[in-house]
Nanobody, 123 residues
Framework: QLQLVESGGGLVQPGGSLRLSCKAS????????LGWARQAPGKEREGVGC????????YYANSVKGRFTISKDNANNIVFLQMNSLEPQDTATYFC????????????????WGQGTQVTVSS
């Protein structure tokens, strides 16, 4: 069983930045692909991006390309989501996600989900 614990959400003004962190733990955690998804009120969950454990490739949703960056601390199994140039439409609950095989920029079909952290972009 994999555990995912997010931190770093909050309230930020449009144009601002936030960095989310996710600590992953559990047996074989190093073999999992880790990423981020989000869900805005009244909308379905959508992928934000993912980093593949096997080849290090990173995938992003088109809506966040050039603004969000995913990185990973392999030694400590922590994945980060650096969010810059935030827009009101980025307001959502952000989830850390993981899967042995699945890794998508915009999809959200992951086996494991964290509890979520709220990001609100508002002036």
């Amino acid at each position: 069983q994999l555990q995912l614990v997010e931190s770093g959400g909050g309230l930020v003004q449009p144009g601002g930045s936030l960095r989310l962190s996710c600590k992953a733990s559990g047996f074989g955690v190093e073999r999992y692909k880790l990423g981020w998804a989000r869900q805005a009120p009244g909308k379905e969950r959508e992928g934000v991006g993912c980093i593949s454990s096997s080849d290090g490739n990173i995938y992003y949703a088109n809506s966040v390309k050039g603004r969000f960056t995913i990185s990973k601390d392999n030694a400590n199994n922590i994945v980060f989501l650096q969010m810059n140039s935030l827009e009101p439409q980025d307001t959502a609950t952000y989830f850390c996600v993981a899967d042995r095989l699945y890794c998508s920029g915009s999809g959200s079909n992951y086996d494991y989900w964290g509890q979520g952290t709220q990001v609100t972009v508002s002036s």
